[in-house]
Nanobody, 120 residues
Framework: QVQLVESGGGLVQPGGSLRLSCAAS????????MGWYRQAPGKPRELVAA???????NYVDSVKGRFTISRDNAKNTVYLQMNSLKPEDTAVYYC??????????????WGQGTQVTVSS
């Protein structure tokens, strides 16, 4: 019913920047919180940043001051601007959205993941 499609990952040198995008489509009535998670090899998935429909944001401590989450409600899209990237930011990044659909229950949806690699 709902699809989340991410883009913008890739290989970048330490200190570089990337911008991730995640567009939601399908039978959407309303999208509540949206967020970005990441999972590095051998580690659990962690919340990186989240944003409410009204624009309230929160970040994991390790990315504060370097990453910025934003969203465009008209486009059902969430973004993650990542600056001053470090090797420890290397992970698969997943988009998440709390969605009320036209018919059916409100639920969490996930994107397929996009690889971010920070290496020289």
């Amino acid at each position: 019913q709902v699809q989340l499609v991410e883009s913008g990952g890739g290989l970048v040198q330490p200190g570089g920047s990337l911008r991730l995008s995640c567009a939601a489509s399908g039978s959407i009535f309303s999208i509540y919180a949206m967020g970005w998670y990441r999972q590095a090899p051998g580690k659990p998935r962690e919340l990186v940043a989240a944003i409410t429909r009204g624009g309230r944001k929160n970040y994991v401590d390790s990315v504060k001051g370097r990453f910025t989450i934003s969203r465009d409600n008209a486009k059902n899209t969430v973004y993650l601007q990542m600056n001053s990237l470090k090797p420890e930011d290397t992970a698969v990044y997943y988009c998440n959205a709390d969605v009320a659909v036209l018919v059916g229950p409100r639920d969490d949806y996930w994107g397929q993941g996009t690889q971010v690699t920070v290496s020289s």
